[in-house]
């Protein structure tokens, strides 16, 4: 009998949790096309988040791709930001990446959606923000898009640890191969002050391969490290490529089976994320982000990075455990290929 019991209290569980979500939706069903004579173009949306003084457990947002209901789907594998910035401040910060699926075969009723933590930012998703789908790309605007939705759940509660502030390292798009312009040199080490509470710092990034040479495929389609180092000490290594055959979204049109520069077309990118603990004493340290040396003497190869140092309290506890996701057995789309 306590079978029963059990999945009695974790539907009562869920129940109440349902009940203090809060859902941000800036855009719904926006349709989102290209600027072909710029390649980029922004469609902000102001919208009204929770506020200072509410605490948030944890915030996730979902982004759904349709088909416009007046446009077939658009075709293009694209690189696009979705960024935030809090009215009143200077500050405008990259908190997810969507990369664009090969829509050509795709039709209404088409959709596909995929989530993202973003608690890190949490500091930030109150009050009034402007929320900006940036979309990038050349293909006509006139007879294809997408209609996107952005929907954020704002999950009330005591968090398991309180975002304390969040500083930027990092962002835009950086030279790699150019001897002219050393990405060491345009991504420096940066040395902050952290607050005296911060028990953890996190190094969250979002970072996608571009550019493709004739010879070596840098870098969309070569295979390259990145070493993150935490007052001079390596605490992160890791290849900067996917493997894009485990995409769940599939089949696509055009080349989206092939392995790329730590991205795949059709992706919402979880970010990678760095924990290191602060043992206390100095306040001041010093982060700095690494790439494999390469060299090539007519590079257009780049990387799109966004990197954000987040600094966290101590833990309210010692365990805390939350049920978040079921894999097996799910119709969740993003599960597919496990089921």
């Known amino acids: 009998m306590r079978v029963p019991i059990l999945l009695l209290a974790l539907a009562l569980s869920w129940s109440l949790s349902a009940q203090d979500t809060l859902h941000v939706r800036p855009h719904d069903r926006a349709t989102i096309v290209t600027d072909p004579a710029a390649g980029v173009r922004s469609f902000p949306a102001r919208v009204q988040f929770p506020r200072a003084d509410l605490d948030l457990r944890q915030v996730l947002l979902t982004v759904t791709f349709a088909c416009p209901d007046s446009l077939r789907c658009a075709e293009w594998d694209y690189l696009d930001h979705i960024l935030v910035h809090p009215l009143g401040s200077t500050d405008t910060i990259e908190v997810a990446r969507m990369l664009t699926p090969y829509g050509g075969f795709y039709r209404n009723p088409w959709s596909f959606t995929w989530q993202v933590d973003v608690t890190d930012f949490s500091p930030l998703l109150r009050d009034s923000v402007e929320v900006i789908y940036v979309h990038s790309g050349y293909e006509p605007n006139n007879d294809r898009g997408w209609a996107v939705t952005l929907d954020f759940a704002c999950i009330t509660g005591p968090p ?168 097996a057995p799910s119709d969740a789309p993003v599960h597919r290929l496990r089921n």
Not at 185 to 214: C, E, I, K, W
Not at 246 to 264: E, K, M, S, Y
């Open 160 to 327: 398991a640890a309180r975002v304390l502030a969040v500083h930027t390292l990092h962002r835009g798009q950086f030279a790699y191969g150019d001897t002219t312009k050393p990405f060491a040199a345009a991504v420096p080490p940066r040395t902050l002050a952290l607050g005296p509470s911060a028990a953890l710092a996190r190094v969250r990034l979002h970072q996608t391969g571009h550019g493709m040479h004739a010879d070596d495929g840098c870098a969309e389609f070569c295979r390259k490290w990145r070493e993150v180092r935490f007052d001079g000490r390596p605490v992160d290594r890791r290849d900067l490529w996917r493997e894009c055959g485990t995409n769940p979204l599939q089949p696509q049109a055009g080349t989206w089976i092939f392995d790329r520069g730590n991205w795949c077309p059709g992706e919402l990118q979880q970010p990678d994320i760095v924990d290191v603990p602060l043992a206390g004493g100095s306040c001041t340290h010093t982060v700095d982000v690494v790439m494999e040396p390469y060299a090539h003497d007519s590079s257009t190869a780049h990387w799109s990075l966004a990197a954000y140092l987040v600094e966290l309290d101590a833990p309210r506890a010692r365990h805390d455990a939350a049920l978040v996701d079921i894999l």
